[in-house]
């Protein structure tokens, strides 16, 4: 079982360069695949942006490609998602995903996952 906790949501302006921030605790973090996905009331999620636990290929959402950027700490347990240059659009509650295999864009295909942050981009 891999426990995820994320933090550093809240209001935001444009301009901000804010960051996401997920601990994981609990069983082996080897093998893991991380990703973040996002959400608005009425919408299905959306993947946002994803990587293996160790490093590697980093994959995102065509809508947060050149502006977000996802990276680990393994030795802080932690998966990060930086948010630059945010847009209104941005705004939903952000999910740390973790699932034993490879990537995958599908909520549905994520073994774990947190309980979200809200994040509000308004100037």
């Known amino acids: 079982q891999v426990h995820l906790v994320e933090s550093g949501g809240g209001l935001v302006q444009p301009g901000d360069s804010p960051r996401l921030s997920c601990v994981a605790s609990g069983a082996s973090f080897r093998g893991l695949f991380m990703g973040w996905f996002r959400q608005v009331p009425g919408e299905e999620r959306e993947f946002v942006a994803g990587m293996g636990w160790t490093g590697g290929k980093t994959y995102y959402g065509e809508s947060v490609k050149g502006r977000f950027a996802i990276s680990t700490d393994n030795a802080r347990n932690t998966v990060y998602l930086h948010m630059n240059s945010p847009k209104p659009e941005d705004t939903g509650v952000y999910y740390c995903?973790?699932?034993?295999?490879?990537?995958?864009?599908?909520?549905?295909?994520?073994?774990?996952w947190g309980r979200g942050t809200q994040v509000t981009v308004s100037s």
């Open positions: 995903v973790a699932r034993r295999g490879s990537y995958s864009d599908q909520f549905g295909a994520y073994d774990y």
